[in-house]
């Protein structure tokens, strides 16, 4: 692994901080060495600072038995009492959430109103018979009854498991099986793209596999035609009618589970990560102030990403209604009805932070500069990215052409499992440089170590793991210790093994390289997919673009290529030479792409990730594996075919 460092993206680009930015910010320089002083008093202030408890916890870190660590155990606390009760006395009338639905209804929910919501449907719950610690599956888009049903079920003690709206009815059956759910949450349809996705159909199917599933509660959203089952079926409407807008928040204890939620499934069969209560909201609340520089009565925050993942639950739900904050979420696509609608929104409501992903923001270079520069995006002064590595050229590119040249970006990593950002920079502190998430947070421990667990010191590369717990780190996969011991913590005993590959640069900057499954050995060099990604998205004919190492006889594996072009521009034999060659004059020779393919789409996760090793079946000509989390199908048969006709060099 290290000696992936032979052959390093040079970036010298480097944004420090303003100092106007600086003054302003809620982390200070200074913050990172203070927690580092006594990581446990740093999580433990935040707990106390940030989080209305029932009963104050007075043990912070548990780690009688590892890995199942526990924080703040002797707590007692509810979520949504955190996220809506305790605003009420200052701002009930404070918005929430400005929602944008696809079609372009609106709606505005003030702190008061998504109370009264959110007390109306968890005695709607009750009423079903419902008890602390059973399992509620939700199958939803991006409407307010979402996080309602959300905090309705922590309100109660229930454990949510919200399953992607774009998934199918198989992979929602397998979801509400594998967490034993008692009932179901869906609408009648969901706007997508100007097409309603049939939700309540599907969710018809899945339950034909479900026997356990005693209800299932229906919002109208489309009024498309739905079968109803008699005794099974209710109407959300008809649930919350003539309910109390007062529920007593049930007291839980900080280790109490609070949800499930599956991986996006990139690697293989998903995980269903288990979150708890009080180390997980300290955890939320505290990333959301610090990396976003949160200022609830200013800002006007939007997390593009859909609730159906984790970003959604830590980010669109519990950190900003723990922060007081007032949101903007958005029901449809980014492209419907034209491509500018994120930048309409952003204008008419005055958006001042942005977060969203580097596949959306290849696919705003993709659709061209001019959508952005129609709009007035001056009220941002924050950006932020997630999902996986940025390319230095689109993080430039959002820069410019979303962030003015003036606001600040961070590259945030994390996962499902880590349950909120680990390892970015804090905008009033950390200089950024293209394509680096920079550093581990406060109170975080990160490190670059070696097949042996070794570190390998800076600058190096290998394999990204976390050197102490945190409090909202996952608990387990629901139902399966095992596997959670065997898939984080056996690789390196002692430390959280995250299945990412990583280097440090002399300035002990983490730059992320991708899944170390994807790591490629060429010739008895290891290279990196990310880097030979970002040397072709660095190309200004390039949009996106995956890499796969193939079997070959002579080097061990080949490097192929495939490649989706900005805008109007075709791809020719002359164009896969130059971007070879260019990829050899950034990188080195060694990197250089056997072969190039032009596809005008990469096979993705329904969250928008790449699936390389769907890539890698096609470049070698194997049967495809697990396609159950792909988005787009067609599009790995159209690019198998062109594979199959494409010409090797040397
Ligand atoms: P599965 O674990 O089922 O294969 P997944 O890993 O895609 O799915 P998530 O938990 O949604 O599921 O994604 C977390 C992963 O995304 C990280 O482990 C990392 O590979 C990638 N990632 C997220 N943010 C970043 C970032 N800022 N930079 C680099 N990689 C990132
Ligand atoms: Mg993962």
């Known amino acids: 692994m290290s000696e992936t ?8 680009r480097l944004f420090p901080p303003s100092e106007a930015f600086t003054a302003q910010a809620n982390a200070q320089p200074g913050i990172h060495e203070e927690a580092e002083a006594d990581f446990k008093a740093f999580w433990h202030k935040q707990a106390l600072e940030r989080v209305t408890w029932f009963k104050e916890p007075t043990q912070v870190l548990d780690d009688s038995n590892p890995p199942f660590y526990k924080w703040f155990s002797d707590g007692e606390l509810n979520l949504s009492y955190n996220c809506l009760d305790r605003h009420l006395a200052s701002s009930a009338d404070k918005v929430a959430y400005y929602w944008v639905g696809e079609p372009g209804d609106t709606r505005t929910l003030t702190y008061q109103d998504l109370y009264d919501e959110v007390c109306r449907f968890a005695n709607g719950l009750k009423s079903l018979g419902l008890e602390k610690g059973d399992r509620v599956a939700v199958y939803m888009g991006m409407v307010p009854e979402l996080p309602v049903v959300m905090l309705a079920c922590a309100r109660l003690g229930l454990v949510h498991s919200v399953v992607f709206g774009g998934f199918s009815s198989d992979a929602l059956a397998d979801r509400i099986i594998d967490a034993d759910a008692k009932v179901v949450i869906t609408q009648d349809g969901a706007w997508r793209g100007g097409n309603v996705v049939p939700l309540k159909a599907n969710t018809d199917v899945s339950l034909a596999r479900t026997p356990g599933v005693e209800h299932c509660i229906v919002v109208k959203r489309t009024d498309n035609d739905v079968t109803m089952e008699d005794g099974r079926d209710i109407w959300y409407h008809d649930l919350v009618a003539g309910k109390d807008t007062v529920c007593e928040p049930v007291s839980l204890n900080a280790e109490d589970p609070l949800y499930i939620l599956y991986t996006s499934g990139t690697t293989g069969k998903p995980k269903g990560i288990v979150h708890t209560q009080g180390g997980y909201l300290t ?8 990396v976003f520089d949160l200022k609830a009565d200013d800002d006007v925050y939007w997390c593009g990403a859909d609730i159906g993942w984790v970003t959604g639950h830590s980010y669109i739900v519990y950190g900003p209604l723990a922060n007081r904050t007032t949101g903007v979420m958005y029901e449809g696509a980014p492209n419907y009805p034209d491509f500018d609608r994120l930048w309409q929104i952003i204008e008419d409501y005055k958006v001042t932070i942005f977060y969203t992903a580097p596949t959306a923001i290849r696919a705003f270079m993709k659709w061209g500069d001019e959508y952005p520069a129609r709009h007035d995006l001056s009220s941002l002064r924050l950006l932020g990215t997630v999902g996986e590595p940025i390319n230095p050229e689109a993080w430039v590119w959002y820069h410019v052409n979303i962030g003015g040249e003036r606001c600040p970006i961070v590259d945030t990593w994390w996962q499902t499992e880590t ?6 920079p804090l905008p009033g502190v950390t200089a950024t440089k293209p394509g680096s998430a920079t550093r ?20 190096g590369g290998g394999y990204l793991v976390l050197t102490r717990p945190w409090p909202s780190m996952a608990r387990t996969i629901w139902g399966d210790d095992a596997r959670y011991v065997e898939t984080y913590w056996a690789k390196f005993p002692g430390k959280y093994f995250p299945g990412d590959g990583c280097k440090r640069d002399d300035d002990g900057y983490f730059w992320l390289l991708g899944r170390v499954d994807d790591i490629m050995l060429v010739s008895g060099h290891n290279i990196s997919t990310t880097e030979v990604e970002s040397a072709l998205v660095s190309h200004p004919k390039v949009a996106e673009a995956a890499v796969v190492g193939r079997k070959d006889e002579l080097t061990g594996q080949a490097i192929a290529a495939f490649v989706t072009l900005r805008g109007n521009v075709t791809g020719d034999e002359a164009l896969i030479k130059e971007l070879r060659d260019h990829v050899a004059t950034s990188l080195g020779p060694i990197a250089k792409p056997k072969s190039i393919v032009f596809t005008p789409d990469l096979p993705k996760t329904r969250s928008g990730k790449i699936m390389r090793r769907l890539l890698k079946d096609i470049s070698e000509h194997r049967q495809l594996g697990d396609v159950t989390t ?3 199908e067609g599009v790995v048969a159209d690019i198998a075919e062109m594979a199959a006709t494409s010409i090797s060099e040397d």
């Open 419 to 424: 349950g909120g950002i680990m390892i970015s």
């Open 283 to 290: 955890s939320v609340a505290t990333t959301h102030s610090f």
């Open 440 to 459: 581990p947070l406060p109170g975080i421990g990160a490190d670059v170590v070696d097949d042996q667990g070794e570190s390998v010191g800076i600058p």
């Open 5 to 12: 460092l032979a052959n390093l993206l040079r970036e010298d």
């Open 630 to 632: 792909l988005a787009n």
